[in-house]
């Protein structure tokens, strides 16, 4: 009992130690890979932001400068332009404000006329007033706007002098030279599109021109750090990184717009970012220690439970180790613990038959010794007996039958033997010339037997009495009434690492049924009594397959070849092997190759 309560606290405290050091893995993977699946998930948010925004400022520049190229190709409006009438001037202003009306963001459209030093506003006050020599070097500087790229300045013309970016045209009307300028404002821009951005805490927009000048922002920074600012975005035309302004870190993304070449610049503090994160990692940390003192306290719980048919179990086992083989285990229920008291009682009535089977085949054991001993007299006896008749032969005179005698012994020696399951080929071709001297004997004039063997082939090993089947067949089943004269022929060669030992016969041939049995036979289990019927028995050629199989697996094959009339032919392939116990040795070993 004291063992089994300091297993189950042992097996509780590793699952518990088991149990925190997961849950704190899980959470610290967690933490881990929420702050960064969040930091770069926002950061691809701030991007696609920066994206959207600067996709919509490009095309309102777009706009802008094809209204300004519309306008100075406008016919009506360079005819007006050419008058030197007050009214064609007037005309003139409600022109321009036509185009002012086309898009929101245009602030005001100017048109000067140099030579004329006159003014032409979309304004509805004093839309046509005298210039001077201020307006005339203000309407000389926006001519240095080219391009699509527009210029930034500020508004001399308008009374608050603000910022704006514009766009210049040169117009030739006539005789008449003028200047066509379209404006936007600076904060209109700003506060339309940009002013969303820094209405968050700890954001900040800015818009740069091509030459990564500040032109609009929601903050003026130092020079020091627009460097620090400017110099992280130098280079590549958009992007996102971190980048550490006074003594804080910002999330950045930026991006050049294609159309007017101007840079759109996000900045956001990481320090609100953080607190999102610290709040996440302690509520992930708090989750964790929830599901920590539950685990904890089922574990415990269910260790409880699980105790008693533990130790109901233990206490089975123990007795039955002290040789009580008639106890039994507790079966409560259909759990693991069920399950396992169930098949430890079924090995205990397993057990129990075993020591019945046991005592009955101990003395089943005695037994087959004694018939053995019995046995091992009979072989012995039976040479005595066949060598006592065949020198009594001798003696008187019957050569012939002696001979005979001779090669049955020969055979029956070998058969019989206990010196191993293989031979060498040459031993086995001088078994088969004994076997068909006996056949002669008996069947007198009716075959003759050649030999075609390779010299390299003969000192291979094969399994003893292998060829004897094949030779019999040949023997039995080859001549016929047609036929009475049958020619065999045996063969062995070497192809590659397999030895190929063939025997063929011109007697009457295989059947197609029958050839079809005998290569099953050599192909797959089948038993002989299944394939006994037809032309010839088969128990031989099944023997030589279970061998072939046993020996070799599948590099051991025996394959049947007859036309139905004029020859038979058994070819069997097996591996190359040169040491008469590589084979047996491998049959101990419990495996064929």
Same mark, same amino acid.
């Given at each position: 009992?004291?063992?089994l309560?300091?297993?189950?606290?042992?097996?509780?405290?590793?699952?518990v130690?088991?149990? #925190?050091?997961?849950?704190l893995?899980?959470?610290a993977?967690?933490?881990?890979r929420?702050a960064?699946?969040?930091?770069?998930?926002?950061?691809? &948010?701030?991007y696609?932001?920066?994206?959207?925004a600067?996709k919509?400022?490009?095309?309102?520049?777009?706009d802008?400068?094809?209204?300004?190229?519309d306008? !100075?190709?406008?016919?009506?409006?360079?005819?007006?332009?050419a008058?030197?009438?007050?009214?064609?001037?007037?005309q003139? !202003?409600?022109?321009?404000?036509?185009?002012?009306s086309?898009?929101?963001?245009?602030?005001?459209?100017?048109?000067y006329? +140099?030579e004329?030093?006159?003014?032409?506003k979309?304004?509805?006050?004093?839309?046509?007033?005298?210039?001077?020599?201020d307006?005339a !070097?203000?309407?000389?500087?926006?001519?240095?706007?080219?391009g699509?790229?527009?210029l930034?300045?500020?508004?001399? #013309?308008?009374a608050?002098?603000?910022g704006?970016?514009?766009?210049?045209? +040169?117009?030739?009307a006539?005789?008449? %030279?003028?200047?066509?300028?379209?404006?936007?404002?600076?904060?209109?821009?700003?506060?339309?599109?940009?002013?969303?951005?820094?209405?968050?805490?700890?954001?900040?927009?800015?818009?740069?021109d091509?030459?990564?000048r500040?032109?609009s *922002?929601?903050?003026?920074? @130092?020079?020091?750090?627009?460097?620090q600012m400017l110099?992280?975005i130098?280079g590549?035309?958009s992007?996102?990184?971190?980048?550490? $302004?006074?003594?804080?870190?910002?999330?950045?993304?930026w991006?050049?717009?294609?159309?007017?070449?101007?840079?759109?610049?996000i900045? @956001?503090?990481q320090?609100?970012?953080q607190?999102?994160?610290?709040?996440?990692?302690? &509520?992930?940390i708090?989750s964790?220690?929830v599901v920590?003192?539950?685990?904890v306290?089922?574990?415990? $719980?269910?260790?409880?439970?699980?105790?008693?048919?533990?130790e109901?179990?233990?206490?089975?086992?123990?007795?039955?180790g002290?040789?009580?083989?008639?106890?039994?285990?507790k079966?409560?229920?259909?759990?693991?613990?069920?399950?396992?008291?169930?098949?430890?009682?079924?090995? $205990?009535?397993?057990i129990?038959e075993l020591?019945d089977?046991?005592?009955?085949?101990?003395?089943?054991?005695?037994e087959a010794?004694?018939?053995?001993?019995q046995?091992?007299?009979?072989? /012995?006896?039976?040479?005595?007996t066949?060598?006592?008749?065949?020198? !009594?032969a001798?003696?008187?005179?019957?050569? %012939?039958?002696?001979?005979?005698? *001779?090669?049955?012994?020969e055979?029956?020696?070998?058969s019989t033997?206990?010196?191993?399951?293989f031979a060498?080929?040459?031993?086995?071709?001088?078994?088969?010339?004994?076997?068909?001297?006996?056949?002669?004997?008996?069947?007198?004039?009716?075959?003759?037997?050649?030999?075609?063997?390779?010299?390299?082939?003969?000192?291979?090993?094969v399994?003893?009495?292998?060829?004897?089947?094949?030779?019999?067949?040949?023997i039995? /089943?080859?001549?016929?009434?047609?036929?009475?004269?049958?020619h065999?022929?045996?063969?062995?060669?070497?192809?590659?690492?397999s030895?190929?030992?063939?025997?063929?016969?011109?007697g009457?041939?295989?059947?197609?049924a029958?050839?079809?049995r005998?290569? #099953?036979?050599?192909?797959?289990s089948?038993?002989?009594?299944?394939?006994?019927? *037809? *032309?010839m028995?088969?128990v031989g050629?099944?023997? #030589?397959?279970?061998?072939?199989?046993?020996?070799?697996?599948?590099?051991?094959?025996? /394959?049947?070849?007859?036309?139905?009339h004029?020859?038979?032919s058994?070819?069997?392939?097996?591996?190359?092997?040169r040491?008469?116990h590589e084979?047996?040795?491998?049959?101990?070993?419990?495996?064929p190759l």
């Amino acid at each position: 009992m004291k063992l089994l309560w300091s297993m189950r606290m042992k097996t509780f405290a590793a699952v518990v130690i088991i149990d #925190i050091l997961v849950i704190l893995a899980i959470a610290a993977f967690f933490q881990y890979r929420t702050a960064q699946f969040f930091t770069e998930e926002y950061a691809d &948010a701030l991007y696609d932001r920066t994206y959207s925004a600067s996709k919509v400022i490009d095309e309102r520049f777009q706009d802008v400068y094809r209204l300004s190229r519309d306008a !100075a190709f406008d016919k009506e409006l360079l005819r007006l332009a050419a008058s030197d009438r007050q009214e064609e001037r007037s005309q003139l !202003a409600a022109l321009l404000r036509q185009y002012k009306s086309r898009n929101p963001l245009i602030d005001n459209v100017y048109c000067y006329f +140099p030579e004329r030093q006159t003014l032409v506003k979309s304004a509805e006050y004093k839309a046509v007033q005298p210039g001077n020599s201020d307006t005339a !070097a203000w309407f000389t500087m926006t001519l240095t706007q080219q391009g699509l790229v527009p210029l930034t300045a500020n508004d001399r #013309i308008a009374a608050s002098g603000k910022g704006v970016y514009l766009y210049a045209v +040169p117009l030739k009307a006539g005789d008449v %030279s003028a200047v066509l300028v379209f404006t936007v404002s600076e904060r209109g821009l700003y506060y339309t599109y940009l002013d969303n951005f820094s209405r968050t805490d700890g954001r900040q927009a800015f818009l740069l021109d091509n030459s990564h000048r500040i032109v609009s *922002g929601s903050q003026s920074l @130092d020079s020091q750090t627009s460097g620090q600012m400017l110099s992280e975005i130098e280079g590549p035309v958009s992007g996102k990184g971190s980048l550490r $302004l006074d003594g804080q870190t910002y999330m950045t993304a930026w991006l050049t717009m294609p159309f007017s070449d101007y840079t759109l610049v996000i900045l @956001d503090n990481q320090e609100r970012l953080q607190q999102k994160l610290q709040m996440m990692q302690l &509520a992930s940390i708090m989750s964790a220690l929830v599901v920590l003192t539950i685990s904890v306290l089922f574990l415990y $719980l269910t260790a409880i439970k699980l105790n008693q048919p533990v130790e109901e179990l233990a206490d089975a086992m123990k007795r039955v180790g002290h040789g009580n083989l008639d106890q039994r285990a507790k079966v409560d229920g259909s759990d693991e613990i069920a399950y396992l008291a169930t098949r430890f009682n079924r090995m $205990l009535d397993h057990i129990g038959e075993l020591v019945d089977r046991l005592a009955t085949e101990k003395n089943l054991k005695r037994e087959a010794e004694l018939k053995s001993l019995q046995y091992q007299i009979r072989p /012995h006896f039976i040479y005595n007996t066949l060598n006592s008749i065949r020198l !009594a032969a001798l003696m008187q005179g019957a050569k %012939s039958l002696a001979d005979v005698l *001779g090669s049955f012994i020969e055979i029956l020696r070998v058969s019989t033997g206990r010196k191993g399951g293989f031979a060498t080929l040459g031993d086995e071709i001088r078994t088969i010339r004994d076997y068909v001297a006996l056949q002669e004997f008996r069947h007198r004039d009716s075959f003759d037997v050649k030999y075609d063997l390779a010299p390299d082939s003969l000192d291979c090993c094969v399994p003893r009495l292998l060829l004897q089947p094949l030779v019999e067949n040949s023997i039995l /089943h080859g001549p016929s009434s047609e036929r009475p004269f049958c020619h065999i022929l045996i063969r062995s060669h070497l192809e590659e690492d397999s030895l190929v030992l063939e025997v063929r016969d011109d007697g009457c041939g295989l059947s197609e049924a029958d050839l079809l049995r005998l290569n #099953i036979v050599t192909a797959v289990s089948t038993t002989a009594q299944q394939l006994s019927h *037809g *032309g010839m028995s088969n128990v031989g050629i099944t023997n #030589i397959r279970e061998r072939l199989r046993l020996y070799y697996g599948a590099r051991g094959t025996l /394959h049947y070849d007859s036309d139905g009339h004029s020859f038979t032919s058994a070819v069997v392939h097996l591996p190359v092997s040169r040491d008469i116990h590589e084979y047996e040795l491998e049959m101990k070993g419990g495996s064929p190759l």
